[in-house]
Each structure stands twice: as structure tokens, then as C-alpha cells.
């Protein structure tokens, strides 16, 4: 059947698929491939535990997640590639996935669908089988396929397409033994990986798939209700997703967000405070005492001062990504997007660019690279364009430090979503100014999962790997800056506070940074923030030579509310990190707008600081 159906008897003098070699030290291969929201990646985790690395694959411009895993005795390789609706689309993502395909040989493929859209989705797993690779298809959230009414025969629909099929449920490992059994078998027939040639010319010839042919593979094998229940998905979007109240109650959640975050993550920082505070008076000082002065200053007051301040707020950030992936894993950010849409359309963007945006919360980084599923250069320019306007981890325990500090009075939850909306005051701006300049002509395409009510695992596993890629980021930057900061605020010998070489960067740059209220001092930080906003923190420590605890008492001494705002306005603003400028090079494949997104964010941060620092004088605040 599979075989009319993909016009296997199409006479062409072009050669699908090819088999390599295995070279003796190599492993065998297997990729991931899915629509976005089908649950690959929980599938890939599940099968992969914690060993998942980011691999460094020539030749494709997208950093995949791998693992070696021991199956029938040997090492085998797991890529999970990104999350597709079309191996013949046009998006960047698509093009990873062909580049991918037609560079690297492949051993198997595990095609992971949703089961209860099959009927959109089991397109994916018939172009896999006609580029003749070796496949096995995962129809995930069989649960939920089946509350939904959708009744599926795996064996049935396993002979339609030879290929195996298993009904499974990532999240909750329904089924995943048995379909692991099979991967594990199908590895130990596969004698040779397959590489495919040209993968767009094969679909051409032999991929070309219509209505009225999926619908015979699914005759006999899936029954799909004439119309699915009444679902608590559906019940709940007619109240979140409600013309009227639908955005306030969604800026109503991101404020319980950063209530969360405040009033439970701020507390934890006393405690991180105390350790670090203890580890230096019995660890650190004794072993220290051996050496010249100037060493122990180095290590102590070099190194050590900043790096505790900065794992101060580690909880909090910890908090901060739990909460954020609870939000991503139940469905909620995609209704953001439809939620957004229509604003973000009169500005040249679209949803996508909303999710992005907000994806940026927690690093600006894959949120810029998740601007290739756009078709759209001028679409994807203008989103980058927005990105680093996101109030991203890095800048929220900056903004916790100085809110904690210059606002006592217990306000600070909502000083700190004033800086979260301002951050979307600012993107919405950026593209209201520039949307002439970049035409957007891809239609948005939104699929919404169901909600989902995310598990403890899944949500330890998320929150524990995004940490631990801000701190494995966060750690080498922060060394590297707070020995930096010790070296300018130590010279010359003998010289201390605006005497020193960084004293004098300092008091060059005042007659800009003066206007906007922001000290010789907190210019410094600002500067050594263009490294990584996680050293602004421990450049303050540095500067001041203090602990945390006593960096944020001194800071409420010397610094009002005003100059204290004014300097959070900058740093949400201003030019981000040199990790963010390298990956917008990279993606927009351009100096100029790269030069252009860097001058325009400094110009931006100084002129908000400016009117927000004047008009507070002005009013009367200090």
C-alpha cells in the first residue's frame, strides 16, 4: 500500500538514499523528528536521562542537543533535532533538519507525532519513508488522544506504513518499554546507516502526498471523532483567551510571576548569604592567611567577593526558570501568541515574535535562535531587533539587588514588573519605529496544544538544566570580569576608589552618565556588564570591596530611588552581552545591523534613563 501511495514505481535515475560505510570507531545514529509541541524533547529526555550534551555538529548552524547511550552493548547516538512541520518547507529549522539528513548518515529515525492530530500529522512520517530511512513512529499523548475520543490501531496503521508505531506517553512513560525494545532491535538489523541525497529533488519525485491518500493509510487504523469533546481546554480558553479579559488576566499571572519570584526567592538570598559568608571566614581566609597581602586581596576580594554574590541569587533564579517552564510546559505561552498577535501584527511582527520575546526572560540567546522558524529575513530582523529588550535572568538579579536595596518599603514585586513591562514598552517602540523599514509578508500559523498539567520531573529537569547552563555561561564570564574589575580598581599601587584606573573610566564617562543619575562607580559595573550582565553583581562587590550583604547597605546610603531606577532602566536597555551580540551576528549574518541593533540599544537606555532620572528631579524625588 505504502509503496503506490509514495510512487515507489516512478522510473528516475536519481539515487534516494545511500549506504555508508561504518567507519570501526564509529557509533550508530539516531534522530529525533517531530512537529513542534508533540513532546520529542520529553521523549529524547526520557530515553536519554541526564546525559543530554550540546554537540558540535560542522556544517549545520544549530546547536543540537545529543547522548550516547549504551543499547545491544555498544554506544549509540541520539540528535534531537529541531521541531518541523514540513521536511520540504522553507523555514530555518526545516533546512537544519535536510541539512542534517543529507550530511550525516543515519542508522534510525524516530518520528514522534501527536496522536490526537495523526490525521495532520502522519504527512512527517510518510516523507520519512520516502526518503527510505530506517524509521519507527512514536504517537505520543496517547492519554490525551484517547480522552479526546481518537481510537487508534497501532498494528493496523504499523502494516499501512511498514513501519513500526507504538502508541506512548512521554510525559508519564505509557508504553515507552516496549517501543524501546523495538528501537533497541531495530538498531540490531541495521548493518548500515543511510545518507540521503538531495532531499528536496526525492520528495519531489516520490514524497508528493495528498488528502485523499493519508486518508487510506488511516482507513481501518484511526477513528477520529466528528468533533472532539467539550474539553477543560476548551473551557479554560474561553476565559484566558476572552477578547476582553484575556490580556489582563494574562499580566495579571506574569506579575504573580515576579511576586513569586520576590517574596520567595529574595528570602533565599539571606541564606546563600550566610553560607558564602561562612565558607570565607573558616575555609577560605585560614588557607589564605599563608600568602602576601596582595594575593589574599586577589582571591578574596578579586574573585571571591563577586562570585558569592552572584551564587546569592542562585535560588532565586532557580525559582524564576521553574515557574517559567511550568508557564511553557502547560500551553500557556502558545496562547500568549494568539493572545498578542494582533497587536504585535499592527507593529510588523506576529505572535511568534511575542513568545520570543518572552522566551528571552530567560536568556536572549535561544530566544534569537529561535527566530529561524520565520521565512520571513525581515520578520526575523526586526524580532532580533526586539529580543534583547527581554528582561533576561541575568539582568533579574541585578534588578532584585538594587530594588532590595533602594526600595525598603516593601514595594518591590511591583517596582520589578514596572521594569517587566517597560521592557515590552520598549520592544513595542522598537518595532513601531522601524516597521517601514523591515516588511513582513509570512502569515503566522499557531497550532495550540491542550493544556497540560506539567510533572514534578519534568519541571526539576527543566528548571535544573536551564540553571545549569546559566551557570556553566554565567561562571566563566563572571571570573574573568571580577579579576578584570580587581585589576583596574587595584591600580595604580596605593590608589584607592576614584583614584584608580577604573575610578578615572569612571569620571571620563560622567558628563554622560551624569544626567542620568548613574555614580563613576555604577559606570564602571555598567561597562564590565557588556561582558555578561551575571558580572555586573560581582563588579560591584569588586568595586566596593564588600560582601554582598554590605554592597547592597552601602548602595542604600549612597544611591537614592531615582538614581537607583534610572540605573535598572539602563541596564534592562542598554547594549546586552557579548555572548547576545556574537549570536545576532551569527543569525542576521550581518555587521551592519548588528552595529545598528548595538548603538540604537545604548541610545535607547540612555534616553529612557534621561527622561525617567529629569522628570523624577523634577517631581521632587531624589
Known amino acids: 500500500m505504502i509503496d503506490h501511495i509514495l510512487g515507489e514505481n516512478t522510473m528516475t535515475c536519481h539515487s534516494p538514499t545511500v549506504t555508508q560505510p561504518r567507519d570501526e570507531k564509529a557509533v550508530k545514529r539516531v534522530a529525533l523528528i517531530g512537529m513542534p509541541n508533540t513532546g520529542k524533547s520529553t521523549f529524547f529526555s526520557r530515553i536519554t536521562g541526564v546525559a543530554a550534551y550540546v554537540g558540535n555538529w560542522p556544517g549545520v548552524t544549530v546547536d543540537l542537543l545529543q547522548a550516547n547511550v549504551k543499547i545491544n552493548g555498544e554506544t549509540v547516538e541520539f540528535v534531537d533535532l529541531p521541531g518541523i512541520y514540513d521536511l520540504n518547507g522553507y523555514s530555518e529549522d526545516e533546512k537544519v533538519v535536510r541539512t542534517f539528513l543529507e550530511k550525516y548518515a543515519i542508522d534510525l529515525v524516530i518520528v514522534v507525532l501527536n496522536a490526537a492530530q495523526i490525521d495532520r500529522q502522519i504527512r512527517l512520517a510518510l516523507q520519512v519513508k520516502a526518503l527510505g530511512l530506517p524509521a519507527v513512529v512514536m504517537l505520543n499523548m496517547s492519554d490525551e488522544a484517547k480522552h479526546y475520543g481518537v481510537e487508534i490501531n497501532s498494528k493496523e496503521l504499523s502494516r499501512h506504513l511498514e513501519m513500526p508505531v507504538f502508541l506512548i506517553s512521554a510525559k508519564y512513560g505509557k508504553g515507552y518499554m516496549k517501543a524501546y525494545e523495538t528501537i533497541c532491535h531495530q ?98 581566609s585560614p588557607v589564605l592567611s599563608v600568602f602576601p597581602g596582595v594575593v589574599q586581596d586577589f582571591f578574596i576580594n578579586g574573585i571571591w567577593a563577586g562570585v558569592a554574590t552572584v551564587a546569592s541569587f542562585v535560588p532565586l533564579i532557580v525559582i524564576f526558570f521553574i515557574v517559567m517552564a511550568i508557564l ?25 515574535s511575542f513568545v520570543l520575546h518572552m522566551m528571552g526572560f530567560g536568556c536572549n540567546v535561544p530566544a534569537l535562535m529561535g527566530t529561524r522558524v520565520m521565512r520571513s529575513r525581515a520578520l526575523r530582523l526586526l524580532t532580533m ?89 554565567a561562571s566563566g564570564f563572571i571570573t574573568v570580569g571580577c579579576i578584570a574589575v580587581w585589576v583596574i580598581t587595584s591600580l595604580p599601587p596605593g590608589a584607592t576608589g576614584l583614584d584608580t584606573i577604573g575610578g578615572q573610566i569612571g569620571q571620563f564617562l560622567s558628563p554622560v552618565m551624569r544626567p542620568i543619575g548613574i555614580d563613576p562607580y555604577l559606570t564602571l559595573a555598567l561597562i564590565f556588564g557588556f561582558i555578561a550582565k551575571e558580572v555586573v553583581l560581582g563588579s560591584l562587590a569588586v568595586i566596593y570591596g564588600l560582601q554582598s550583604a554590605s554592597v ?27 555572548t547576545t551580540i556574537a549570536t545576532i551576528l551569527n543569525e542576521a549574518k550581518s555587521w551592519k545591523f548588528t552595529a545598528f541593533s548595538l548603538v540604537f540599544s ?21
Open 187 to 284: 538498531l540490531e538489523k541495521t548493518e548500515l546507516p543511510v545518507i540521503v541525497n538531495d532531499i528536496r529533488q526525492v520528495l519531489a519525485q516520490r514524497g508528493k502526498i495528498s488528502v485523499d491518500e493519508i486518508e487510506i493509510i488511516l482507513k481501518d487504523a484511526v477513528e477520529m471523532p466528528s468533533q472532539l469533546a467539550q474539553t477543560l481546554t476548551a473551557k479554560l480558553d474561553s476565559v484566558l483567551l476572552h477578547p476582553v479579559f484575556g490580556l489582563p488576566l494574562f499580566f495579571l499571572g506574569m506579575f504573580a510571576v515576579f511576586w513569586i519570584v520576590w517574596n520567595v526567592g529574595l528570602p533565599s538570598q539571606d541564606i546563600m548569604d550566610s553560607l558564602t559568608g561562612w565558607l570565607e571566614e573558616t575555609v577560605i
Open 328 to 352: 511553557e510546559d502547560s500551553g500557556y505561552l502558545s496562547r500568549a501568541a494568539y493572545l498578542m498577535d494582533a497587536l504585535m501584527a499592527r507593529l510588523g511582527l506576529d505572535g511568534r
Open 385 to 473: 531587533l526586539i529580543i534583547p529588550f527581554g528582561l533576561c535572568s541575568a539582568r533579574l538579579q541585578v534588578f532584585v539587588f538594587i530594588i532590595a536595596a533602594v526600595f525598603p518599603n516593601g514595594n518591590g514585586a511591583l517596582v520589578l514588573f514596572s521594569l517587566y513591562l517597560l521592557s515590552f514598552l520598549a520592544a513595542f517602540l522598537t518595532a513601531f519605529l522601524f516597521q517601514g523599514a523591515f516588511k513582513n509578508e509570512d502569515p503566522f500559523v499557531l497550532e495550540l496544544p491542550p493544556y497540560r498539567l506539567p510533572t514534578l520531573k519534568q519541571v526539576a529537569l527543566r528548571g535544573w538544566g536551564e540553571v545549569r547552563e546559566f551557570l556553566v555561561r
Open 552 to 578: 547592597g547597605a552601602h548602595i542604600a546610603e549612597t544611591i537614592t530611588f531615582a538614581q537607583g531606577y534610572s540605573f535598572c532602566i539602563f541596564c534592562l536597555l542598554y547594549t546586552p552581552c557579548l
Open 602 to 622: 545604548l541610545v535607547l537606555a540612555w534616553v529612557c534613563s534621561f527622561i525617567f532620572y529629569q522628570s523624577a528631579l523634577l517631581l521632587g524625588f531624589q
